[in-house]
C-alpha cells in the first residue's frame, strides 16, 4: 500500500476543482520535472498555466516540492507565480512538512501530485497525505531515472 496513490491520472492537466472538492483536497503540492514540465526544461507544459489559473481561482493552494536544487526550481517556480520547497528529500517527509507549514493547511486537505512511484506517492504516503499520480510527460531515455522507471513497473496504477 505504500506505492499505491489515491487518484491515478494521465496528466496534470486532468486535475479539477471537483476531483479534489470529493476527496476534501484544498491544496496541492506538486512536483516539477515530468509532472509540470520535462526534466530540466524552464517552460511549462503546454496547458500547465491555464491549468493553474483554474486552481487558483477555485481557491486551490499550489506549492512545488522538488528534490532539485533551488537554481533549477527558483526561476520556474518565479515564472509559474508558485511559491517552492527546493532539495524536499522525497520521499522523506522533510519537504512536504515545509511545504504543508508555508501552506497552512492540514495533511488531510493536501495531495502530492507527481510522477514518481518511489519519491512522490510513497513520501505521500509517509506523511499520510493523499496523492495523485500522473504519467510523465516524458520518459527518460537512460541513467538512474530510466533504471527507477523500470523498478517502478509494477506498482504502476492503471490511468
Known sequence: MMFHATVALRSVLQIQPGLLRQYGIRGLMLDLDNTLTTHDNPVPAEGVLSWIDVMRQAGIALMIVSNNKPHRV???????GLPFVAEGAKPLPKGFRQA????????????????????????????????????????????????????ERPFLPKV
Open 100 to 151: 504543508q507549514k508555508r501552506m497552512q493547511l492540514p495533511f488531510s486537505q493536501l495531495a502530492v501530485v507527481g510522477d514518481q512511484i518511489f519519491t512522490d506517492i510513497l513520501g505521500a504516503n509517509l506523511c499520510g497525505v493523499k496523492s495523485i499520480y500522473v504519467r510523465p510527460i516524458q520518459y527518460e531515455k537512460k541513467g538512474f531515472l530510466k533504471v527507477k522507471r523500470w523498478l
Open 74 to 80: 527558483q526561476p520556474f517556480a518565479a515564472a509559474l
